[in-house]
């Protein structure tokens, strides 16, 4: 099945600093891609939405320029947190849906990257 | 605005034992349903998808479930086991590709 790599699987920072998170596919080419962030005990949160060489497109309440979103190609998309304070600390992840798959397959599926957990103290 | 609610939040059984996880979502309108598996500290195993014309899916010991006009779906775990506990998620996916997501079910199966 299709893979999705998510790097690092945790990080500790010091507020104020910047931390980055890749997203990759693997076997496949991503066109579009989402970030999600979940807090302990609730649901998984969609970010925003990445696709390749656009401007994602944010949820609302979501700072974009705060998170930085670059889906610069087609297997690759990274999350920057900039100038991250104790509260944006959450598990963040990515999915990704393969665009080279006709309608009615399994890219309805969405691939999930293993997570980020994100500590800043 | 879709909700998802996933009851119970947590689940203790004994290993051996079948069991059923819920759903209920307030918007009928969705084009797909998956069950998924997060194992702590960890990414998502998606383990069941039943698109909106389905109305249930199938894998190993696992059943999924869909009554849309309801607004409910199932997954029953058959003769579970300890290597079963985990966090069961499920999403809603609508008109766009956008998820919605549950908080959860957290199962512990005891040897």
């Known amino acids: 099945g299709a893979v999705v790599s998510q790097h690092p699987s945790w990080v500790i920072c010091k507020s104020g600093t910047s931390v980055k998170i890749e997203c990759r596919s693997l076997?496949?080419?991503?066109?579009?891609m989402f970030w999600y962030r979940q807090f302990p005990k609730q649901s998984l949160m969609l970010m925003a939405t990445?696709?390749?060489?656009?401007?994602?497109?944010?949820e609302q309440g979501v700072e974009k320029d705060k998170f930085l979103i670059n889906h610069a190609s087609l297997t690759l998309s990274t999350l920057t947190v900039t100038s991250a304070h104790p509260e944006d600390s959450s598990f963040y992840i990515c999915?990704?849906?393969?665009?080279?798959?006709?309608?009615?397959?399994?890219?309805?599926?969405?691939?999930f990257g293993s997570g980020t957990q994100l500590s800043v103290l | 605005k879709q909700e998802v609610t996933q009851i119970p939040a947590a689940l203790s059984v004994p290993e051996g034992e079948n069991l059923v996880l819920n759903c209920s979502f307030t918007?009928?309108?969705?084009?797909?349903l998956q069950w998924f598996r997060q194992d702590p500290g960890k990414g998502l195993t998606s383990l069941l998808l039943?698109?909106?014309?389905?109305r249930e899916q199938t894998s190993g010991r696992l059943n999924a479930s869909l009554d849309k006009s309801s607004g409910r779906s199932t997954l029953y775990i058959a003769a579970s086991q300890p290597g079963d506990s985990a966090t069961y998620l499920c999403?809603?996916?609508?008109?766009?590709?956008?998820?919605?997501f549950g908080k959860g079910t957290k199962l512990t199966v005891n040897p």
């Open positions: 999403a809603l996916q609508g008109g766009s590709e956008k998820l919605v």
């Open positions: 918007d009928s309108a969705i084009y797909n």
């Open positions: 076997d496949f080419q991503a066109t579009t």
């Open positions: 999915s990704a849906r393969d665009g080279g798959r006709g309608a009615g397959s399994t890219n309805e599926k969405l691939f």
């Open positions: 990445s696709n390749e060489g656009s401007k994602a497109t944010y």
């Open positions: 039943i698109q909106s014309s389905q």
